[in-house]
Every structure is written in C-alpha cells, then in structure tokens.
T-cell receptor
Framework: AQSVTQLGSHVSVSEGALVLLRCNYS??????LFWYVQYPNQGLQLLLK??????LVKGINGFEAEFKKSETSFHLTKPSAHMSDAAEYFC?????????????FGSGTRLQVQP | GAVVSQHPSWVICKSGTSVKIECRSL??????MFWYRQFPKQSLMLMAT?????????EQGVEKDKFLINHASLTLSTLTVTSAHPEDSSFYIC???????????FGDGTRLSIL
C-alpha cells in the first residue's frame, strides 16, 4: 500500500525566510509525486510534479522540490517566503504502474508567514 | 492552463433532500474524474474514480447508492448526494485528468451543509 507522510501540521516562518515543507512517501515502486496548495474554501492548485524525469523539480511561485529515492522524500522549498504563501500545502502520490491514477494525499501542512 | 469548474460552490439544504454537484473540464477532455471529500482541517479522501462512459469505482466504505456518480461525457461528471443527512456535510472536491501521466486539475470545491 502506498502512503504519504507530511511531517509538521503547522509551519511558521518569517517573511523572507526559507520555507521547507517535508514529505515522505512509502511505496515499493517510486510513485509520481505532487505538491498542491489550497487557499481557504478553494480547491487545490498544482505547484509542481515529479514524474521520473529530473529529480529537482521547479514549480510555480518560486517553489521547488527534490526527489530523493534513498530517503523516499520529496520536500518542498522556497528560498524566501512571501505573505501570499500562507496556505495549506498537500503532498500527494499516485501509482502509475498499477494504472491507479487517484492521488493519495498527505495530511497537509499549514504554512504561516509572519511579517 | 487547464480549468475545472465545480458548481455550486456552496449549498445548504434540508435533511432528506438530494443534492447534485457538477464538475466540468472547460478546456480539455477529462477521461477520468475523481471525487474527494475533505473534512475541516483534514486532508482529502478519495471517494470514487469516474471514467467516461463506465461505472464509477468507489473506495472502500463509500456507499455507491448514496453517492451517485455519473460521467456521461468527457467534460462533465456529477455527484449526487441522495437523502442527505447532517453527517454528509463536508467539502467535496472534484478533479479531472486528460490521461495517464497527466496531473489532476482540481475544481474549487463545493461546501455542502445539511440542516
């Protein structure tokens, strides 16, 4: 079975500081991995995705994530936080080898950005 | 970019009534659509996977007779919550993908409140 773990349900950073949101996956086969952002009362917006090409993936809004197979991790980073980055972030995985394209989500991390 | 429209965004109805939620892909053909449910401050839980022209595949524990899913065209899927009860109150989110290896694009969600 596949699972996604996000360490830290809440992360607080100062504006301009580094953002690091952690995600680990558990799967016998490296899955496709995604980071989504959710603003209050809205759906999810795709930040970036890893689909077995480059291990360092750049996304929108200055975010990037690095796939590390040895650590089964896909942590999300941004060099300098902006107030508008405050939101809920979800890491997700899908198993393309089984044809099951539904996403398994982590529990989410709420990012707060302090002025 | 790919756009998924979900309607209505908010609905309040009496216990015992049925509610239909629509999910439309506006600028691409969605071979597969997914329906998720999200409880407050929690992650998204997959309810069912819907392929155009075939019966939906429901996740374990999801009542298919209560949550009717129809995917009659490549741009529209509907979720009908039948005989709704207060415990069905939740945030329902759909997503759509154009094919294998393609990311899911999410609607903005529907907040359902059953009185």
């Amino acid at each position: 079975a596949q699972s996604v773990t996000q360490l830290g349900s809440h992360v607080s950073v100062s504006e301009g500081a580094l953002v690091l949101l952690r995600c680990n996956y558990s799967s016998s086969v490296p899955p496709y991995l995604f980071w989504y952002v959710q603003y209050p009362n809205q759906g999810l917006q795709l930040l970036l995705k890893y689909t077995s090409a480059a291990t360092l993936v750049k996304g929108i809004n200055g975010f990037e994530a690095e796939f590390k197979k040895s650590e089964t991790s896909f942590h999300l980073t941004k060099p300098s936080a902006h107030m508008s980055d405050a939101a809920e972030y979800f890491c997700a995985a899908s198993r393309m080898d089984t044809g099951r394209r539904a996403l398994t989500f982590g529990s989410g991390t709420r990012l707060q950005v302090q002025p | 970019g790919a756009v998924v429209s979900q309607h209505p965004s908010w609905v309040i109805c009496k216990s015992g009534t049925s509610v239909k939620i629509e999910c439309r892909s506006l600028d691409f053909q969605a071979t597969t659509m997914f329906w998720y449910r999200q409880f407050p401050k929690q992650s998204l839980m997959l309810m069912a996977t819907s392929n155009e022209g075939s019966k939906a595949t429901y996740e374990q524990g999801v009542e298919k007779d209560k949550f009717l899913i129809n995917h009659a065209s490549l741009t529209l899927s509907t979720l009908t919550v039948t005989s709704a009860h207060p415990e069905d109150s939740s945030f329902y989110i759909c997503s759509a993908t154009s094919g294998s290896g393609q990311p899911q694009h999410f609607g903005d969600g529907t907040r359902l409140s059953i009185l």
